[in-house]
């Protein structure tokens, strides 16, 4: 099944409605990756809430959607991970390092709000340095 | 009793007496302790208080408890089953334990009444070492099963108290409280097995959910002692809010726990710590954008 992906003003959102197959999430990887270069956006967020499972292979690639995102220029934040998996994430070993987390969606936009607009600043402050 | 007891004395020259069976012979055993039930239990009674045992007690306790204990002895000893002392050992044990009675004081009462009926059992029958020789051949097993019941009753009550009691402690499960709008307490008191760390975690991760929560302070002040497997479980802890969007705060480490941690060399570096509760929530607050303020400063007399 396909992941529908919205974008919603600087950030895409791809809203995961069933469990999916590996074929369906590399397939999401390489349509997010594809798309923040087209819509040029800042921030990614995926939402899992409807995932009441995780196996290593979904970990995986929400992993190397945020990496690579991350050098495509975008902040990536997966949202909605549920209590029950994340406990057996972590008792699998499976803890997301190095990819930021978020409890749904709103806190989702807020965190890549926050990001991008330290982001901003941090720029402005080089240039004033500069 | 005592009469009849007489009566089924045979004497000692009694031809019948090589093929009495162990069940006469215990029949004849009963009837003289029944016989020399007041000397005997007394004696017992004697015994328990120079040997120091049941100091919880006073001596007229120890006198009433040594007189059931003993008819419920000589009882099984006659009929050989062990049901009604089995339950009266149950019945004692439920009544002593919560007064502070040891195990090897019971055990060490049911031993010395098995020594004094037996040096009973010497004196009488010292001139016919024949028949004493038969006489402990049945005394000696059934006295030893009787010992068995009566400790094995003591001990499986006490255990079944300290279930009783761990139960209770589970059941004064840890509670995760709300301070401020989106930050979260958990103080962690007692022992921390893996089963209590599962809760805590699953109990702390539903409340993330449903408060909304943004970051969550951890205070394990109440922790005795940390060894690797329950630091693991608090790292998983930590890593598993994390994926809920929640920070987490730990405090309240003491230098024992601190000194355990680095000397095992559980890693630590994935987790916020603050010496204590306050400093912990004071830091919460900060990450959640809070100040707290005097209230003059807030709003300064004009």
């Known amino acids: ?130 | 009793m005592a009469t009849k007891g007489k009566n089924a004395l045979p004497s000692p020259s009694d031809p019948q007496t090589q093929s009495e069976s162990t069940a006469a012979l215990l029949r004849e055993l009963v009837a003289l302790l029944r016989q020399n039930r007041t000397q005997l239990r007394e004696e017992w009674a004697r015994r328990i208080t120079r040997a120091q045992l049941l100091t919880a007690m006073t001596e007229e306790e120890i006198f009433a408890e040594a007189t059931s204990v003993y008819d419920n002895y000589v009882e099984a000893l006659e009929t050989g089953t062990f049901e009604a002392l089995q339950a009266y050992a149950r019945n004692l044990s439920e009544r002593i334990i919560p007064r502070g009675v040891e195990t090897h004081e019971v055990v060490g009462i049911v031993l010395l009444l098995r020594d004094v009926l037996a040096r009973s059992l010497f004196a009488k029958y010292h001139e016919d070492f024949d028949k004493l020789n038969r006489i402990l051949d049945a005394y000696e097993p059934a006295a030893n099963r009787i010992a068995n019941t009566v400790a094995v009753g003591f001990v499986q009550e006490r255990e079944r108290i300290i279930r009783q009691q761990q139960e209770a402690i589970r059941e004064l499960s840890t509670p995760v409280l709300q301070v401020r709008e989106r930050l979260l307490i958990l103080p962690i008191i007692g022992v921390i097995d893996p089963q209590r760390a599962r809760q805590l975690t699953e109990q702390l991760l539903r409340a993330i959910r449903t408060n909304r929560a943004k970051v969550v302070v951890i205070d394990i002040t109440g922790v005795a002692a940390m060894d690797s497997n329950v630091a693991n479980h608090l790292v998983q802890t930590v890593e598993a809010s994390r994926l809920l969007g929640a920070t987490v705060i730990v405090t309240g480490l003491s230098p024992e726990i601190a000194q355990t941690l680095v000397t095992i060399g559980v890693d630590l570096s994935e987790m916020a710590t603050v010496g204590d509760l306050q400093g912990g929530i004071e830091e919460a607050e900060r990450l959640l954008g809070y100040k707290v303020l005097p209230l003059e400063e807030v709003s300064p007399k004009t």
């Open chain 1, 1 to 130: 099944m396909e992941v529908p992906i919205l974008k919603q003003g600087h950030y895409l959102i791809a809203s995961i409605q069933s469990a999916l197959t590996d074929a369906d999430l590399s397939q999401l990887r390489e349509a997010l990756i594809e798309r923040v270069g087209r819509f040029r956006a800042r921030g990614v967020i995926v939402d899992v809430t409807a995932l009441d499972v995780m196996d290593s292979f979904a970990v995986r690639t929400l992993r190397d959607i945020a990496h690579m995102a991350r050098l495509r220029g975008s902040e990536t934040v997966i949202v909605g991970i549920q209590p029950e998996v994340a406990f057996a994430m972590v008792q699998l070993g499976l803890t997301l390092k190095g990819v930021s987390t978020a409890l749904d969606l709103e806190e989702g936009l807020a965190f890549l709000d926050r990001q991008t607009q330290l982001r901003i600043e941090r720029g402005s402050a080089r240039l004033d340095r500069g």
